[in-house]
């Protein structure tokens, strides 16, 4: 088995990153049309809008299929990186493919100058969270919301670089 992380910039990546994410989590958890829109959103706003020295997203392969994806985008402010689109595929998991992406992105962003990062995820998503307390991350807001349809909690982590 070989894996691989990769600079996203194959074609078909963008558009594998929406549809993996819509279909994993339609699947997973019942999200439908909404969170696909939100994806979708997300990518064509990286894709649009490229700053190469201050954003990037990679994709991760197993045997040369795409098995995984990250981005790491501009936050809120100059200083602040957020991660985005953690997903790793169901016949991927176990193989520490989201470290790997997860620290990808951590070193990016360290690289690029942002003193702090933050994510948005949300509470089913266990075996990220874990990720993200592992590697130092801090649960700072947690918000009800029913943007998927389901009763879910929002929650916001941060790290400091």
């Known amino acids: 088995m070989t894996k691989l992380i990769r600079k996203?910039?194959?074609?078909g990546d963008l558009g594998w990153v929406v549809q993996a994410h819509a279909e994993i989590y339609a699947a997973e958890y019942g999200w439908g049309?909404?969170?696909e829109v939100l994806i979708a959103q997300i990518v064509a706003a990286y894709?649009?809008?490229?700053d190469a020295e201050r954003e990037?997203?990679?994709i991760a392969e197993v045997d040369?299929?795409?098995a995984g994806s990250i981005f790491c985008v501009?936050?809120?402010?100059e200083t602040t990186a957020q991660l985005r689109l953690l997903l790793v595929t169901p016949?991927?998991?176990?193989?520490g493919l989201g470290a790997e992406l997860v620290d990808t992105c951590l070193a990016f962003a360290r690289a690029a100058g942002y003193k702090r990062m933050v994510l948005w995820t949300n509470e089913p998503l266990v075996a990220a969270r874990h990720i993200y307390l592992a590697r130092g991350?801090?649960?700072?807001v947690t918000e009800p919301h029913e943007l998927w349809g389901d009763s879910l909690h929002g929650q916001t982590y941060e790290l400091d670089l």
């Open 33 to 35: 049309l909404p969170y």
């Open 47 to 50: 894709a649009t809008e490229p």
């Open 137 to 140: 991350f801090r649960l700072t």
């Open 91 to 95: 016949a991927a998991r176990g193989l």
């Open 74 to 77: 501009r936050g809120p402010d």
């Open 56 to 58: 990037a997203a990679w």
């Open 8 to 11: 996203l910039g194959e074609p």
């Open 64 to 66: 040369g299929v795409r």
